[in-house]
């Protein structure tokens, strides 16, 4: 693309890389728009290692001027968020995330509620950053202070206690065994240890336990010792890493050429409560551009802590916290907090170990792969003693489901109960169809003798040759301290996984995603089978006299007892009709 610099406004403002069809590829903003354009075709040019290729697909560059950095830094944002640019930053508005409801009642239930239903009135805690650590947090607050966790509904038409007040995680107002004042100490408790106040909640706990001593009530002594044992453990386990700051958190990012991780650290009441780690691939952004992007973009949609560390400063921070309207932004040099960025780094450098790229990675290196697995199909076959045989194909792209390419097959041509001709036949069904999308890895579910059905379909099929092949099955009779381990067949002989391989739960996630899939529609076709009637196969019933004669009769077997008369007196059957079902039932097998 040629370019007359000279034509760029020296001004800040935004710019939009379009290439030919119109479509915007890159959003940026400057303080300056010639000299920043001017960078990208300039000799020296821009370092990063991806801009050539960006620069081959643009074909104009429109620009808007505003008034001031500031300006330009909220603008870039909005257009991001109206274009969705390959090649821009874009975080998913994430509003499923779990949270913690306490509701507006008498007796308040808790309850997991995700962050896209968030419309019922009450207090909610969270977001959580993985659905387990919620789960554990709700188990841990049920424990301590007894709650209701069932429906409104429920609670008030239930005339007995339930399970969970059997097991001292709920304490039965429904029924009338546990006072107002009780259940609202139970939900004050609740409240503090959710809002990370366990040394408050210890506080008065011990207080309470004293004076039911003191009361000679030791029973109920008993009791609050056992919360305040429990959440001596919660509280030592929060203690583990705790800062002074009461709402922190912490980011930081790791970067492998044009992929991002950012990780974030969640500190309140200086106690660590959760971790997670956010991907972007295709990302053209500096890392100060990243940090920025992902400041203004998850803080829209996520709690906001009274500080967040980050690992570097950039130019626009000043800009970034004037929006956030609240959090303060700081870049810690030394000490503890330097060492909690650090912390951070770490978390990202892991998640990217785990990211469905790296696995993939893992997956093209550890089984010599020709391709890299951008593309992965796998196939799988099901059916109940050989009957109502089918077949199913899931497509993962870059480690993800894409659900618009699964394809179900009903097996035609396979002899009866034969898995290997079955898989032979979905293969080659396949790969006749001439679908444009081709996979760079079949992946099926069996042991060698499969592997080589397959092999022998890909080395025949023109349109498969560009295939790599993985076949999984379990190893029989071998088990390690009740660990399972795994064969995975390749063009170069077998591979063991252990039930503790990343690599091994990623192709299990494969595969079974393969195997519902064909279950599903086996069960629908054999569902289907199972209406069919011997009644189908006498001339002249259709669906209608069908289900006037079993709805008179009840069942095949009286229809054919019946006698020619009986039969006329069912609406819609005439004579000639009535002797056809006797000459039917006169030549066939007695049900």
């Known amino acids: ?20 069809d119109g479509l915007v590829l890159y959003i940026g903003k400057a303080k300056n728009l010639r000299n920043r354009i001017k960078q990208y075709f300039s000799c020296k040019g821009d370092s990063r290692p991806q ?6 697909k643009v074909a104009t560059i429109e620009t808007i001027v505003v008034q001031s950095e500031k300006e330009a830094l909220l603008l870039e944002q909005t257009l991001i968020q109206k274009h969705k ?6 975080l998913k508005d994430d509003k499923s995330r779990l949270l913690i409801h306490l509701s507006e009642h008498a007796f308040p239930q808790i309850s997991f ?3 896209k239903e968030k419309k019922k009135k009450g207090r909610y805690f969270g977001p959580f950053m993985h659905g387990v650590d919620a789960k554990r947090v709700l188990e841990q607050v049920v424990s301590l202070f007894p709650l209701r966790q069932c429906s409104t509904k429920e609670f008030q038409r239930r005339e007995r206690p339930c399970l969970l007040y059997e097991m001292k995680k709920c304490p039965g107002p429904c029924v009338g065994l546990c006072s107002k004042e009780e259940y609202a100490k139970n939900i004050e408790g609740a409240e503090k240890v959710l809002e990370g106040k366990t040394k408050e909640v210890l506080n008065i706990l011990k207080k309470e336990m004293e004076k039911a001593a003191e009361a000679l009530l030791f029973e109920k002594a008993h009791r609050i010792k056992k919360r305040i044992d429990l959440l ?7 203690n583990v890493l705790s800062v002074g700051v009461g709402s922190l958190d912490v980011l930081s990012l790791y970067r492998k050429e044009s992929d991002l991780i950012f990780a974030k650290l969640i500190f309140r009441n200086g106690n660590l409560i959760g971790a997670g780690t956010f991907s972007c691939s295709d990302v053209l952004a500096s890392n100060e551009e990243a940090i920025e992007a992902f ?12 500080e967040i560390y980050l690992p570097f400063s950039f130019d626009s921070l000043s800009h970034v916290e004037e929006f956030l309207e609240g959090p303060r932004l700081f870049v810690p040099q030394k000490g503890k907090k330097k060492e909690l960025v650090q912390l951070a ?9 785990r990211s469905p790229e790296k696995l993939l990675e893992a997956i093209q290196r550890g089984f010599s792969l020709k391709r890299f697995p951008s593309v992965i199909e796998c196939y799988d076959q099901s059916h109940t003693s050989g009957d109502a045989m089918v077949s199913s194909r899931v497509v993962f792209i870059d480690g993800k489901p894409a659900k618009k390419y699964y394809r179900h097959y009903a097996i035609k041509d396979a002899a009866f109960s034969d898995d290997y001709g079955a898989l032979e036949e979905t293969l080659r069904r396949r790969f006749q169809k001439k679908e444009q999308l081709l996979p760079d890895l079949i992946l099926i579910d069996g042991g060698r003798g499969h592997f080589q059905t397959a092999l022998r379909v890909i080395e025949e099929e023109e349109e498969a040759l560009c295939s790599d092949l993985l076949s999984l099955s379990k190893e029989e009779g071998r088990h390690d301290k009740g660990l399972r381990t795994e064969i995975v067949h390749s063009m170069h002989g077998q591979k063991e996984l252990s039930s503790t391989s990343e690599l091994l739960f990623f192709l299990q996630r494969i595969r079974d995603e393969a195997h519902r899939f064909a279950i599903s529609f086996h069960r629908k076709k054999r569902a289907a089978g199972l209406k069919k009637s011997i009644l189908d196969e006498i001339p002249g019933i259709g669906s209608q006299k069908k289900k006037a004669l079993l709805k008179h009769f009840k069942s095949a077997s009286n229809i054919q007892k019946a006698s020619i008369e009986e039969l006329l007196s069912v609406p819609g059957i005439n ?3 009535a002797e056809q079902i006797k000459k039917f039932f006169a030549t066939s097998l007695p049900l």
């Open 345 to 353: 780094f770490l978390n990202a450098q892991n998640g990217w170990k």
């Open 1 to 20: 693309m040629k370019i007359q610099s000279e034509s760029f406004p020296e001004r800040p403002g935004c710019y939009l890389m379009k290439d030919c």
């Open 51 to 56: 801009i050539p290729y960006l620069l081959e």
């Open 232 to 238: 001596s453990k919660v509280d030592l386990r929060q």
């Open 295 to 306: 400041l203004l973009q998850h803080y829209k949609t996520h709690e906001k802590p009274r």
């Open 575 to 577: 004579k000639k009709i």
């Open 113 to 115: 509620v995700r962050g």
């Open 85 to 90: 640019p390959p090649y821009n930053i874009l």
